[in-house]
Structures are given as structure tokens and as C-alpha cells.
């Protein structure tokens, strides 16, 4: 049988599961995470993007053909001109320009998970960075849909309600869908061990994530 994306989550199905399901994720549905909570989070995720860029512009570098240069190039792209914006958006709100944000000193949270991601791609193949990758896009488009359908989400009155609707919008939806037919094709051709390898690496980012939710909740630097 073929490896597919689905078996990373089933293998990492404990580290998945504490992802998905943190705390802030229920909290951002419910529309009661604490306001600093959120501001917290959200820039650092602006430097988390940052690098998650760069990452997809190591992707782009180690490339061999036209359809892998374009898959990176679409996952810079949502990075850039989907997610980014949304960013800038809130935090104009609160009265933060996008220069105070670049200077704002990276957490330990981001550095780690940035870095991981940045490493992994450096020392190993395209397929290492992609399943690097991974649980940030198509975690956070499958994240949104689960909100939607859970009984203690609300979006009327939810100062988070503009941040579900990206995620669960068509744009990163489609970069999501696309990332993981990705994903699945390479996949497919891994033989048993080399699998194991990248259930390791799939595991360590998922990790590295709900580490960064938490980094938002303690206000963590
Ligand atoms: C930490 C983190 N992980 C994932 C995503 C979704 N690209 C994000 N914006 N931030």
C-alpha cells in the first residue's frame, strides 16, 4: 500500500492530536482567548511567516522541475499575499505598523520552529522540507473547517471570527488541497524506512506547533 499524508497524521496521531486540538484552537472558536493572548500570537506568527517564506524559497532553490518550482512558488504566494495580509490587517487595529512589527524580538517558540523547519530543508531533500511543512498549511486549513463544525464556535460577535474565515476561505483552502496532493504523490514512491525518517520530521514540526499555541497563551518571549 502507498504511503499518503494520512498515514504521517495516523503515525504522529498523539503529537497531531495535542496540534489540532490545543486549547487556543478551542478558545479562538469560542471567541474567549484572552486579547493579549492573541496579539501575542499573532506577531510572532508574523515572524513565524517570515521564515516560513524563506522556507518555501529554499523549496523553489531545490526544485528540480516546473511543477515543484510552481508548487513552492504557490506556497509562498498563500504566505505572502493570503495570510500576511490578515496579519497586517490586526495589527494595524491595535495601532502596530508592519516596521514595529519586524523589530520585534523573536520568541523562543518561533525561533525553534522556524529554524527546525529551515534545518530540516537545508540538510535533507525536497521531500523533507514538504513534510516539514506540512503541518503548518494543511494543519491550519483542516483546524478551521473542525471549528466551524464544533457546537462551541461561534463567529457573531468573535474577535477571531476574520481569523477562521481565512483560514477556512477558498484561497487557503485550494493552497492547502494542493500542498497535500503534493504531499500524497511523493509519498506514494517512499519505501518503509524512509518513511520512518519522515514520520520523525513530521512529528518534531507538529510538535514545534503546539508549542507555539502555547507560546501565545504563557505570553511566552
Ligand atoms: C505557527 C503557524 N503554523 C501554521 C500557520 C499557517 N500557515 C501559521 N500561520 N502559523
Known sequence: MPFRFG???????????AYCRHDFVRALGAGDLPGPAFRHYLQQDYLFLIHFARAFALAA??????ADLRRAGDGLRAILDV?????????????IDEAA??????????????????????RGDLLDLHVAL??????YAEIAL????????RLDGNPYAPWIAMYAG????????????????????V??????????????AARLEADFWQMGLDLAD
Open 134 to 139: 506540512s503541518p503548518c498549511m494543511i494543519g
Open 191 to 204: 519505501d518503509a524506512a524512509r518513511f520512518d525518517e519522515l514520520v520523525e520530521i513530521f512529528d518534531a
Open 7 to 17: 498515514d504521517l497524521k495516523q503515525r504522529s496521531r498523539a503529537s497531531w492530536e
Open 101 to 122: 512589527l519586524a523589530r520585534l524580538p523573536e520568541s523562543r517558540a518561533t525561533l525553534a520552529y522556524t529554524r527546525y523547519v529551515l534545518d530540516t530543508g537545508n
Open 146 to 153: 473542525w471549528l466551524l463544525e464544533q457546537p462551541f464556535t
Open 83 to 95: 495570510e500576511l495580509d490578515l496579519h497586517v490587517a490586526y495589527c494595524r487595529e491595535w495601532g
Open 170 to 189: 477558498d484561497e487557503f483552502q485550494q493552497a492547502a488541497r494542493d500542498e497535500r496532493e503534493w504531499v500524497d504523490a511523493r509519498l506514494a514512491r
Open 61 to 66: 532553490y531545490k526544485s528540480r522541475d516546473l
